[in-house]
């Protein structure tokens, strides 16, 4: 059974390399270039391991990720077991207060966690300085690392028997493991010992838990080596690793077919792992395959309980495992995974069992399978082995097939809605499975086809550097959504803002991601518009321009940010609409929000030109008056609603409305020159600013802006580069690398666009930040200041759709 991947080289380095991508819950990524170097991880950084093992003949060697890291709790955190401690709250403790004999008799009790509303915590606090005090006993002293896992806002002073062992800074916003010392851990006693803490809030929220636990360490009489990883390949929806085992080579392909242009793959929650097998010494050997997957894929926290099954299915073997408690669509949020539904591995002929995850490794090398057919318990693990036969010259292939069942995705305006393909007569994961299984070869040409595509677009349009950029973005931008259709039967493909702020389908989350959907498939766009629209045109949104977002994700109940865009998202949802009428070369889509669209360019009209101090999508660089680059949007926008009139046959309003354009665009260029540049706010000739909002001018062909200003600015540019880019503007050395690359989609001279693009090129194969892609980078060390696998980065293809929609 040959595996279907494109000929063509495509991407070999990678900040972290997509293994298992669908949507913002079902994430799966290794973050060292090597498999076999870490355990992998779920895109918000948590351990979701899957572990690979190789034996060829009596040896074994492991190819994919590590044990997960197993941590047993002396002082368990709320979230594992309630706990109360006594505190002392905005108050100056006497003395000694972290000291074991301290008498705490006068302190109040109270239940952990202590903190703000955000979550349910036990006891309110939302002051200054919060001191606590948890005694506990030790029969023995724990043999592993001694690990402190603390959620503090902001800051913490943690003690272990009146010694500081931990001074942490500002807030981490979830709980996180820190290894303690040596010393630290000989401060344990047999007997009663006190962990005490002083949380200061600085400012903002407010939140402490603390706990104690120790690394279990698990050893192996068996020998186990490390397999040789030869190379691995990335292209737009495979990720392909190459291993010398020995006598053996092995190729491990993973396989998540988001094809845009074809729902029902698009939609199905199922990822093939591949494995062909070849002797290199031309003589025959025995392989099996060992895939290891932690339930973990199917909790938000490692100790929450699970329960896991065995069964068999339309001739599959398959796992099954979720939580017993099932919250489905209950937390909302940005560093959260799924808790509810199911997590399925299924494979033909082979053999599966359940253990827990210290056990895994062990019940394969010593061919002591659990023969159980159900498992409730903590940190379990899927396995499957799977035979290869005997192998000799010719390559040898099997598969197993990796999927997740989230039973209902999103909360859309109070009605829960199931995942798109559940919408079908009947649909349920049993089914779901035996039909990708059944699918595999005609989905693996679909996706060899859609590698092709991308790579080769984007080659043919910005050069191999652009085209390995096009590829690391595709999955990733694509797996930051979800696909549901709304309670009036409408297509919604809804974004999470990753690693931002966990917004349900952000406006100016959509409009750098657009340009990837607008090539391949825009009825997607539409299904980001579609909900923006509904907000207004419903009555729920009544303010005269568009919402920021319908909510937090999971639950898009309407807008939970705390302030409003109103020029930015305006301007965004009249291009974007634009754009998608002239890609459908039909103003059907325009016309049905008609109303809508005008109202948002009224207020363009009145607001947009010289906006006032207001946050546009850079908010994180603060508020901005005068926002020069800002107003392009605006004069853009009108400019794109005059010609969607055009096309409609309302020659008057498109006039009037083309002619608001053109003078706007006219005066910006008079009050934005700056010289040998246009600044980044109006009459401050010292400032500057990529004005990547301008590339929608060459987009839509509106021919507002002379060439002289594209070509001033694009000049300009080229003398403020370092060496991981163009910064975003001149407050700062960090840089947006999505604008980057619609900046340099601005120029028509292939060696400028190269000379902007080559930088972002060289950050992403060489960022020390392993994460998925970021893009807020510093273009100074190539580092990431914030955001990652966000799917903004659906936005390095404006080259692409900038020459396509030319020859429209």
């Keep these: 059974m040959a595996v279907a991947t494109s000929a063509q080289a495509q991407v070999s380095k990678a900040p972290a390399y997509p293994l298992i991508t669908h949507n913002p819950y079902f994430s799966i990524w290794s973050n060292t270039d090597t498999l076999n170097k870490s355990v992998t991880h779920h895109w918000t950084g948590q351990e979701q391991s899957l572990l690979g093992v190789v034996k060829v003949d009596n040896q074994f060697y492991r190819f994919m990720g590590q044990a997960e890291i197993q941590y047993k709790a002396i002082l368990p955190i709320s979230e594992e077991q309630a706990y109360s401690c006594k505190y002392l709250a905005d108050e100056q403790p006497a003395e000694g207060w972290q000291n074991t004999a301290f008498n705490d008799a006068n302190w109040k009790t109270g239940a952990a966690p202590f903190g703000d509303e955000r979550f349910k915590a036990g006891t309110q606090w939302i002051g200054k300085d919060l001191y606590t005090r948890r005694k506990f006993t030790l029969s023995k002293i724990p043999e592993g690392h001694l690990m402190l896992r603390v959620f503090h806002d902001d800051g913490a002073e943690v003690y272990l028997n009146g010694h500081l062992v931990s001074t942490i800074q500002g807030a981490n916003g979830d709980y996180e493991p820190f290894q303690l010392t040596e010393q630290a851990k000989s401060y344990l006693t047999t007997g009663e010992n006190v962990l005490a803490v002083h949380c200061k ?7 402490l838990d603390a706990g104690l636990e120790y690394q279990v360490t698990n050893k192996s009489d068996i020998d186990i080596k490390l397999a040789e990883q030869t190379n691995v390949n990335i292209s737009a929806t495979q990720t392909t690793y190459n291993f010398k085992c020995g006598t053996v080579n092995l190729k491990v392909t993973f396989t998540s077919p988001l094809i845009l242009n074809n729902l029902a793959t698009l939609t199905t929650p199922v990822s093939y792992i591949t494995y062909q097998a070849t002797a290199n010494d031309g003589k025959p050997h025995t392989v099996n395959v060992y895939q290891g997957v932690s339930t973990n894929v199917a909790v938000n926290r490692p100790y929450q309980e699970v329960q896991a099954d065995k069964y068999n299915k339309n001739g599959l073997s398959i796992l099954k495992a979720g939580t017993t408690e099932q919250p489905v669509l ?6 959260l995974r799924i808790d509810w539904g199911y997590v399925y591995v299924a494979a033909t002929g082979a053999k599966q069992y359940i253990t827990t995850s210290s056990e895994a490794e062990a019940a394969f090398y010593n061919n002591k399978p659990n023969a159980a057919v159900n498992k409730t318990g903590k940190q379990l693990m899927l396995n499957t082995v799977v035979s290869l036969g005997t192998v000799g010259k010719a390559p040898v292939s099997r598969f197993v097939a990796v999927g997740y069942d989230d039973l209902y995705s999103v909360q859309y305006f109070t009605n829960n809605l199931k995942p798109w393909w559940r919408n079908s007569a009947g649909a349920n994961m049993d089914g779901l499975l035996s039909q990708a299984v059944k699918n595999y070869n005609s989905v693996l040409a679909q996706c060899k086809a859609t590698d092709d595509k991308i790579y080769q677009d984007a080659k043919a349009a910005g050069g191999e550097n652009y085209a390995q950029l096009g590829v690391l973005a595709y999955r990733q931008s694509v797996a930051a959504h979800q696909l549901v259709k709304s309670p009036d039967g409408e297509l919604l493909f809804l974004s999470k803002e990753n690693f931002s702020n966990g917004s349900i389908n952000t406006v100016d989350v959509t409009y750098p991601s657009a340009p990837l959907y607008l090539l391949y498939n825009p009825e997607l766009l539409k299904g980001m518009l579609n909900g923006i629209f509904y907000y207004s ?3 729920k949104w009544t303010k005269p321009f568009a919402a920021h977002d319908l909510g937090t994700y999971p639950i898009a109940n309407g807008q939970t940010y705390g302030e409003d865009m109103p020029v930015e998202e305006c301007g965004n949802m009249i291009i974007l609409t634009a754009a998608i009428v002239k890609a459908d070369k039909d103003i059907a889509y325009a016309k049905k929000h008609w109303k809508t669209l005008t109202t948002w360019t009224n207020f363009l009209g009145q607001a947009g030109f010289d906006p006032e101090n207001q946050l546009c999508t850079d908010d994180f660089a603060g508020h901005l008056a005068h926002n020069a680059n800002l107003s392009v949007k605006a004069i853009v926008a009108i400019g794109a609603y005059a010609q969607m009139a055009a096309m409609m046959g309302e020659k008057e309003t498109a006039e009037k409305y ?15 020159n700056a010289g040998d540049h246009y600044a980044l706010v109006f009459k401050s000739n010292d400032t500057w600013s990529q004005k990547y909002n301008m590339v929608w001018d060459k987009v839509l062909n509106l021919d507002l802006f002379p060439q002289k200003v594209y070509d001033t600015e ?26 980057i690359l619609w900046t340099a989609a601005m120029t028509d001279n292939a060696n400028d666009f190269n000379a902007l693009v080559n930088p972002v090129y060289q950050f992403a194969t060489q960022t020390p930040s392993r994460v998925p892609l970021t893009d807020w980078h510093e273009t100074v060390d190539g580092r990431m200041i914030g955001f990652q696998a966000r799917s903004v980065v ?3 293809f404006m080259k692409v759709l900038r020459n396509k929609m030319q020859n429209k």
Excluded at 201 to 207: K, L, M, Q, V
Excluded at 716 to 736: A, I, V
């Design 201 to 207: 809030n600085t400012g903002g929220g407010s939140w």
């Design 330 to 335: 209950q937390k909302k949020g940005d560093n």
């Design 537 to 539: 045109e419903s009555g």
């Design 658 to 672: 083309r002619a608001m354009a053109a003078d706007m665009a006219q005066k910006w260029e008079q009050i934005a």
């Design 714 to 739: 694009i000049k300009y540019y080229l003398t403020k580069q370092k060496e991981f880019g163009l910064p975003l503007d001149s407050r700062k050395t960090y840089t947006k690398s999505d604008w």
């Design 794 to 796: 659906g936005g390095y």
